[in-house]
Nanobody
Framework: QVQLVESGGGFVRAGGSLRLSCVAS????????VAWFRQAPGKEREFVAA????????YYPDSVKGRFTVSSDNAKNTFYLQMNNLKPEDTAVYYC??????WGQGTQVTVSS
């Protein structure tokens, strides 16, 4: 059974940065496509970033492109989401997802104006 645990969320002012981590257990992330999603209150969960199994390709929606960077460290079985120039509209619970099936429990990110 794959388990994912996120960390790194918190409170930050607009323009600030945070780095989220997602540690996996039960399987090697090197075999998975891994992704980040977020869900703000009253809104649907939305895609934020993904990285391919070999780490060579990354994917972002326009809303975060140029500000967020996804990466993976297979040796640590961990992947990351570096978030820079945060905006109040980035406030949400952030979730990691692996292999299209496994979800973490989420970590809250709050950005004040």
């Amino acid at each position: 059974q794959v388990q994912l645990v996120e960390s790194g969320g918190g409170f930050v002012r607009a323009g600030g940065s945070l780095r989220l981590s997602c540690v996996a257990s039960g399987a090697s992330l090197s075999n998975f496509v891994v992704a980040w999603f977020r869900q703000a209150p009253g809104k649907e969960r939305e895609f934020v970033a993904a990285v391919s199994t070999n780490g060579r390709r990354t994917y972002y929606p326009d809303s975060v492109k140029g500000r967020f960077t996804v990466s993976s460290d297979n040796a640590k079985n961990t992947f990351y989401l570096q978030m820079n120039n945060l905006k109040p509209e980035d406030t949400a619970v952030y979730y990691c997802k692996a292999n299209g099936a496994y979800w973490g429990q989420g970590t809250q990110v709050t950005v004040s104006s």
